[in-house]
Structures are given as C-alpha cells and as structure tokens.
C-alpha cells in the first residue's frame, strides 16, 4: 500500500505537468468559471439580485460566485477526469500502463489529486478575481470557511471519483467531449448554476435534488451569500446535513460504479 | 521493495527447462471465428523469437494473450512461470512491452516520461544512458508530442527497456524508422541480447527477423505453420537453390541441391556461357512466402472441397 501511495504522488506531478501543457483543457476546464463569472458580472451588472439585511446591495458578481465555484468543482473532477480517462482509453496511455507494474490506485491517486489541486487553483483564481476585481465581500467568520473547506474537497473528490466512473461510458476517445458534455451543461442548468435556483419550478428542483451539483451550489451559497437569503431555499435551509449525505452517496455509488466498471483495456478489444 | 513470495517471481526462474514462455495449444476465438487456432511454442531464456505472419494471422492476439492484455479461450499458457491473465504487479516488473504505435497526447518531455516509468520499476536503467542508447539526446527536453513519428516510437522503445526487462516484447518495433535508424535500434537489440534478455519479436521486415532472430515462429489463419531456426524455416527442401538459364528461346529452371554440379554439366552441355544463367538461393522472404502461401492454398483447397 505505501507504495501505491508513494507512485499515486509521482503521479499526481507527471498528470499535473502534462494538464498543464494542454491548452484546451486549460481553457474549457481550468479557466472557464473564471470567464463565465466575468461575463455574468459585466452583462448583469445593472441587474439587482437582492439585498443584504444591512440594505446593501447584492451585485451579480457576488450572486455568481458560489454558482461558479460550484460549478468549477463539477469541471475539475468530473467533465475533466471523465473525457481525459476516455481519451487516454483510446489513444493507448492505459494500454501502456497496464503492462507496466503501476497499480491502479495510484492511478487514481494521481487523477483525484490533479482534480483537487487544478479545483483548489481554479477556486483560488476565482475568489481572487471576485474579491479584487468585482469588490464581492467575502465571509469573516473562519467556521464559513470551514464550512466551505469541507464542501468543497467532498465535492472535488465525489466528482472526480464520478468523472472516473462516467468515463467508461463514452465508446470512443473521439465520443468523450459529445457524451459527457451534455450532462455537464444540463446539470448546471437544474442545479441552479446559470439560473437562480428559487426561480425554477419545485418539480425541476426535485429533479436536481438527486445529483449532486445541487447539494455543491446549496453549500457555496451556505457559505458565500448573506444568510438571510435562506430564505429563497427550499424550506428556508442550508440543509447542511442534507449537503454531506446527498455526496456522501454519490461518492459511495461513484466507487461502486468505478471498481464495478473500470478497466485498463477496453474488453473485446 | 515489497517481499516477493515464492508464488510470484520465484516460480518462474525455477522452471528446469528454463522456458520463460510455454503455450500448449492455445485458442481464442470470437464467435465463430478462431483467431488462434490452436498453437503451441516455447521460449527459451536468452533467445530473440521472431513471430511472423501476415496482418490478421492471430500474431497480435497470441502477442496480447501473453503480455497479459487478453484472456484465451483455452489452452495453457505460462510467461515467466505465470498465467499472464492473473499475473501480479511483480510479474509486470519483470516484462518489457513496446507497444504497436499509439496515439498518445505525449505532453510530457522525453525525460520526465522515461524518469517516471524508471520510477514504477525496483531496478531500472538509468534514464540518461537509456535516452543514448535510443539516440535521443538532443530530444530529451522535448515534449513527445513534438518528436517525429520515428523519434516517437524510439520513445516507445526506451521506456519498454527501461525497467530492465527479462523478458521483453517487440510489436513492430522499428515501423517508421529510417534505415540508419533501424541499424541502430538493432545494435541496441543486440545489446540487450548480450546482456541475456529474452526477446519477443514481431516485425514485417524480414532482414529483420534474420538479423536478430534465433528462431521464428510463421503462423497463417491461427494456426503455426512452422518453428524453427531462422536459418532452416521453411525445411531444407525449401532453401534448394534453383538454376535457372534459357535453352532454345524457352526459360527453364531446375532445383538442385548442387547446383554446382548442375552448372558444370550446363557447361559442358551447352557451351561455356548458358544463356540467362542464375544461381537464386531462396531468400528468407520467399521461403516465408511460400509457408504463409501454402497455408492459405489449403484452406482454400478445403472451401472448396466443402
């Protein structure tokens, strides 16, 4: 086990270096929540989304930032891990490794880490830029930030294990970004990502209630809007409880689905 | 390193016979159809053995149901003393797979690929001397995906050496490569020949085989049709030299084991130079030809006979 461990960190480096080097996966994974935050701050800047107990505006930059972190985690793990493992399916990088002696987990150490550390970079970029740019006050009290610490690594960590697991979908390297896409966008859209999730009918939120972005939102709202807008949840809570074990069993399922599904070499082939 | 248990790497060094490979009566069939039919072989320990055989003749398939990538229908199988299909990470360290070409991102540099499959292995070469020995010095801090086809499969190469193999597999290995290149790349097979490496090799290139092979393997429709050494593939009777010259306007042509003799008697019956006189020893291509050949005449002999 400490040796899978010891290769799952050498993997986590050659994966991030290689992430790194690819200009595309950069762009549509790494930086765009940067970029949508960016749009939806200047084109809505006029709109109010509300205001705080103190009378203070909410901006559209402050309304989106929990939306765009949320959704930066869903990328990261999922989107990103699941179209980079199908293609690597494909083009003969796993072939490659299953006739080395690297064990599985590491690979996989090496995937959730490069999901956590290219999240916790992209999560960075996107405070920074929302604190800096878009003058977004962010939270004072130290227990919000650890609230946020544990939703967002359970969040990183669930989709990554999803991302893993949703990548033996796709028949092809060439099928990964058409079948995973969909799924990604459709999401955001129910999950109260690009629209405001009060707004949608309580049947669409029942809907999202079963997938996990909706619990990642819920959670970055819990902590980055002003807490009187509970209100505007469903049953005027945080369900913070309810956040833990909506992931909690999309993790277990993810696992169940990886150990179940996952295979170096594609079968029959 | 983790302790290797008498189960895993010790059985197989133990072997009397010291064959690192043994297939008896191998088959994998999809459906209907038997992609290998039925073959049975060994590999000694030390040799190069040379797989050959036209494209769809079941060589990939045998290649993968050994490295582990496939599982047999039936028929017993043992790489290293090991049944490749429930092999244990420790039996992995011990092989060396190049790999048909692929079509990898290759987004990293050829050092840090070659120093990160260095580190999955317990003892393996070092990474700048194996860069060398694959002539990529100049390229060792470009991304892979930079190199040329040739200098990527030279890559290929490197990191199927680099954890020191018993045992390693050649899938094509030289396709691409220009001439130079392929000399190069087979002093570096000779290389590790002398260092005691048994070699699995399958190549189009027929020079090839008889520059580094000590035996061969021809098989045709799944089935092998001959094994033996390089240089008596095919049986005696198919290396008899053919005579050939022009008699009367007409070509003829007669095989005989001394055509020396055959000459003289030319000589002697025709005057001092016959016309169009050649002296052909058949090439290990055509020797090849004619088993792969043979082969495919029977079966069709047999659909129609059918």
């Known amino acids: ?269 | 390193m983790l302790a290797v248990g008498p189960e895993d790497g010790d059985a197989g060094r133990m072997t009397a016979t010291e064959n690192v490979v043994e297939v008896r009566e191998l088959r994998k069939t999809y459906g209907d159809v038997a992609a290998v039919d039925g073959v049975s072989f060994d590999i000694h320990r030390g040799e190069t053995f040379a797989l050959l055989g036209p494209n769809g003749a079941g060589k990939s398939t045998t290649i993968e149901i050994l490295e582990g990538y496939r599982e047999r229908t039936s028929g017993e199988v043992r790489v290293l003393g090991t049944d490749p299909w429930r092999a244990s990470l420790d039996w992995k360290a011990r092989l060396g797979i190049v790999l048909q070409s692929s079509g990898e991102t290759g987004a990293v540099t050829v050092r840090e690929q070659l120093a990160h499959f260095a580190a999955l292995y317990p003892n393996p070469r070092d990474v700048d001397e194996v860069i060398a020995a694959v002539g990529l010095e100049h390229k060792a801090g470009s991304l892979i995906r930079k190199l040329s086809g040739g200098q990527r499969r030279r890559v290929d190469v490197a990191v199927g050496i680099i954890g020191r193999p018993e045992l390693l597999f050649l899938d094509e290995p030289t396709t691409g490569f220009d001439p130079e290149a392929r000399r190069n790349f087979w002093s570096l097979v000779r290389t590790l020949q002398s260092e005691g490496t048994t070699i699995v090799l399958t190549t189009h290139y027929l020079d090839e085989a008889a520059q580094l092979g000590d035996r061969a393997g021809v098989i045709a429709n799944g089935k092998m049709v001959d094994l033996a050494p390089i240089d008596s593939l095919g049986g005696a009777d198919a290396r008899i030299p053919i005579v050939r010259w022009h008699e009367a306007g007409e070509p003829r042509e007669e095989r005989t084991p001394t055509p020396g003799a055959f000459v003289a008697a030319l000589i002697a019956r025709l005057g001092p130079e016959p016309a169009g006189l050649e002296v052909i020893r058949p090439s290990l291509e055509d020797v090849y030809l004619q088993l792969v050949g043979h082969e495919h005449a029977a079966d069709l002999g047999q659909e129609v006979a059918s």
Do not use: C, H
């Open chain 1, 1 to 269: 086990m400490s040796r899978a461990l010891r290769l799952g960190g050498l993997r986590i480096g050659y994966e991030m270096r290689a992430y790194f080097r690819q200009g595309d996966t950069v762009f549509f994974t790494f930086l765009f929540p940067v970029v949508l935050l960016t749009i939806f701050s200047v084109s809505f800047s006029e709109a109010s989304f509300g205001q705080t107990a103190d009378g203070d505006e909410i901006t559209a930059a402050w309304f989106f930032l929990p939306a765009m972190l949320a959704a930066g985690v869903l990328l990261s793990g999922l989107q990103n891990l699941a179209i980079d493992i199908a293609v690597e399916k494909s083009n003969g990088t796993l072939k490659r490794l299953a006739g080395s002696p690297l064990p599985v987990t590491s690979y996989f150490i090496g995937k959730i880490g490069q999901a956590l550390v290219t999240g916790i970079l992209q999560a960075i970029v996107l405070l920074a830029l929302a604190f800096t740019v878009f003058q977004v006050p962010l939270p004072e009290d130290p227990a919000l930030w650890g609230r946020f610490v544990w939703i967002f690594l359970l969040g990183v960590v669930t989709s990554a294990i999803l991302g893993i697991a949703l990548s033996s979908v796709p028949r092809s390297g060439a099928s990964a970004t058409a079948v995973v896409i969909p799924i990604v966008l459709v999401l955001q859209f129910i999950s109260g990502i690009f629209l405001r999730f009060s707004d949608l009918p309580e049947w669409l939120q029942q809907v999202a209630a079963i997938f996990p972005l909706k619990w990642m939102a819920l959670g970055m709202r819990s902590v980055f809007l002003p807490d009187e807008l509970v209100v505007l949840e469903p049953n005027e809570t945080w369900n913070l409880p309810g956040i833990a074990i909506a992931l909690g069993i999309w993790l277990v399922v993810g696992l169940a689905l990886t150990l179940v599904t996952f295979r170096w070499v594609r079968k029959n082939q």
